[in-house]
């Protein structure tokens, strides 16, 4: 009975802070709306590198965790659907460790300097690519 009431207090706390450390908010940004496109480059050496165009939004890293501004922060990236780093900069590096599916999909979020998602018309602006290994 101890060891299924120390499993519940484990469970209930895991499902209590799944989404603690940057909660799920987003704001409605007003236009001309911010637009991602991704390029994908395979890297001889390991993995792949990503280049991420914006229009109509600014990556200011060294602005995390203050006033927000309508447009601007960071990009979060995730690969199927892991979140696996911010990206500061136009460019990133994924290694092939991620691109574990015959169909991989990148998706680039961005995101506000106090990690809220931006959104325009009720939608989280994001765009997605696939890379098929």
């Known amino acids: 009975m ?4 120390k499993y519940l207090v484990i469970f209930f706390l895991y499902c209590g ?14 236009e001309p709306y911010p637009e991602i496109f991704i390029s994908i480059y395979e890297d001889s050496y390991d993995g792949y590198n990503i280049k991420i165009h914006m229009k ?12 927000p501004k309508e447009k601007e922060g960071y990009a979060l990236v995730h690969v199927n659907e892991i979140p696996i780093g911010r990206s500061y900069s ?3 590096h ?23 998602s931006l959104v325009a018309d009720h939608t989280v602006i994001s765009q997605e690519i696939i890379v098929e290994k």
């Open 17 to 30: 802070s799944i989404h603690s450390h940057h909660p799920g908010n987003t704001v409605e940004v007003g």
């Open 90 to 92: 136009k460019w990133l």
């Open 94 to 116: 994924i290694p092939d460790r991620f691109f574990n599916l015959e169909k991989n999909t990148i998706k680039v979020v961005i995101k506000n300097v106090n990690h809220q």
């Open 2 to 5: 101890k060891n299924l009431f």
């Open 56 to 67: 109509n939004f600014k990556f200011t890293p060294e602005e995390i965790s203050y006033e």
